[in-house]
């Protein structure tokens, strides 16, 4: 069944399809991944006579959507295009652009999938994606947890360099949960020269207590470290995974979030509503 039929099945309107529009929408498909467009580019990719093809490109170019300089030139993205593009971008925030890497993360290992920013010494979740089995790491948005003991905090705490980790901690030893014993801030640094080595940071049973977790940065166009994916489960369950595998997730999940976030210059981040006493983070659900 060809691509068209199957979303033609999925979707009863695509099945009465307004014929000009359809045109129109190929047209601004084909412009996703191409910087120009030929007449005969146009009639091939969309199937419509040469004809067709050039009125399309034409009415294009009537209102901004595509520039053609000389009368036998291709045709490249015109400046209504690029306003659209840029006021669209510009309105999203972090969540909205990330979410969809942390649906594909939960699709492709199903276990919660995270994002986290970094606030002072605090790791701060701003959503999540959960996973479908019973037991399992729950939602934490809005959750504010100690950098140093999370997964997601010490992936963005290893961009800080070892002055501005001694300025976030001034002191030797960091403060600690209930449940672990006091960490030294030059252990901490030696952990943190690791996570950068590697690529990617580990939270065993450190943040909550019967969860391991993996997470990795997100980088916008000039490799600035704007958020964190953090993938966590129910350490019973995560420690029989095959070895690597929640790493190379995490870190292929961010490299294509890496990648939406530098095209989209316009991505900004919100205020989290923040919330120190949460619930334990994994619990079963029926």
Same mark, same amino acid.
């Given at each position: 069944?060809?691509?068209?039929?199957?979303?033609?099945?999925?979707?009863?309107?695509?099945?009465?399809?307004?014929?000009?529009?359809?045109?129109?929408?190929?047209?601004?498909?084909?412009?996703?991944?191409?910087?120009?467009?030929?007449?005969?580019?146009?009639?091939?990719?969309?199937?419509?006579?040469?004809?067709?093809?050039?009125?399309?490109?034409?009415?294009?170019?009537?209102?901004?959507?595509?520039?053609?300089?000389?009368?036998?030139?291709?045709?490249?993205?015109?400046?209504?295009?690029?306003?659209?593009?840029?006021?669209?971008?510009?309105?999203?925030?972090?969540?909205?652009?990330?979410?969809?890497?942390?649906?594909?993360?939960?699709?492709?290992?199903?276990?919660? +999938?995270?994002?986290?920013?970094?606030?002072?010494?605090?790791?701060?979740?701003?959503? +999540?994606?959960?996973?479908?089995?019973?037991?399992?790491?729950?939602?934490?948005?809005?959750?504010?947890?100690?950098?140093?003991?999370?997964?997601?905090?010490?992936?963005?705490?290893?961009?800080?360099?070892?002055?501005?980790?001694?300025?976030?901690?001034?002191?030797?030893?960091?403060?600690?949960?209930?449940?672990?014993?006091?960490?030294?801030?030059?252990?901490?640094?030696?952990?943190?020269?690791?996570?950068?080595?590697?690529?990617?940071?580990?939270?065993?049973?450190?943040?909550?207590?019967?969860?391991?977790?993996?997470?990795?940065?997100?980088?916008?166009?000039?490799?600035?470290?704007?958020?964190?994916?953090?993938?966590?489960?129910?350490?019973?369950?995560?420690?029989?995974?095959?070895?690597?595998?929640?790493?190379?997730?995490?870190?292929?999940?961010?490299?294509?979030?890496?990648?939406?976030?530098?095209?989209?210059?316009?991505?900004?981040?919100?205020?989290?509503?923040?919330?120190?006493?949460?619930?334990?983070?994994?619990?079963?659900?029926?």
């Amino acid at each position: 069944m060809s691509p068209e039929a199957e979303r033609s099945a999925d979707n009863p309107a695509a099945l009465y399809p307004v014929g000009s529009v359809s045109k129109a929408l190929g047209l601004l498909g084909l412009l996703k991944d191409r910087r120009s467009l030929r007449v005969t580019e146009v009639s091939r990719e969309l199937g419509i006579a040469v004809s067709t093809a050039h009125r399309l490109l034409a009415m294009f170019e009537q209102f901004g959507f595509l520039e053609q300089h000389g009368r036998n030139s291709v045709y490249t993205i015109g400046s209504a295009l690029l306003e659209i593009s840029m006021s669209i971008s510009g309105q999203l925030d972090i969540e909205t652009a990330m979410r969809p890497f942390l649906k594909d993360l939960v699709r492709e290992v199903n276990e919660t +999938a995270l994002l986290c920013v970094l606030r002072g010494s605090q790791a701060v979740y701003l959503d +999540a994606v959960e996973s479908t089995h019973g037991v399992r790491a729950v939602s934490q948005t809005g959750r504010s947890l100690p950098a140093h003991l999370t997964a997601g905090g010490k992936a963005l705490l290893a961009e800080s360099s070892p002055a501005d980790i001694c300025r976030i901690y001034p002191a030797e030893y960091i403060g600690r949960l209930a449940h672990k014993p006091q960490i030294a801030r030059s252990a901490l640094l030696l952990e943190l020269r690791s996570i950068r080595e590697r690529g990617y940071a580990m939270d065993a049973e450190e943040g909550d207590q019967h969860l391991l977790a993996c997470a990795a940065v997100v980088r916008d166009g000039a490799g600035v470290a704007r958020a964190s994916i953090v993938l966590a489960g129910p350490a019973s369950r995560v420690a029989r995974y095959e070895p690597g595998r929640l790493p190379a997730a995490v870190q292929a999940a961010c490299a294509k979030a890496s990648a939406a976030l530098a095209s989209a210059p316009g991505v900004i981040q919100r205020p989290a509503p923040i919330s120190v006493d949460a619930p334990a983070a994994a619990r079963r659900r029926e």
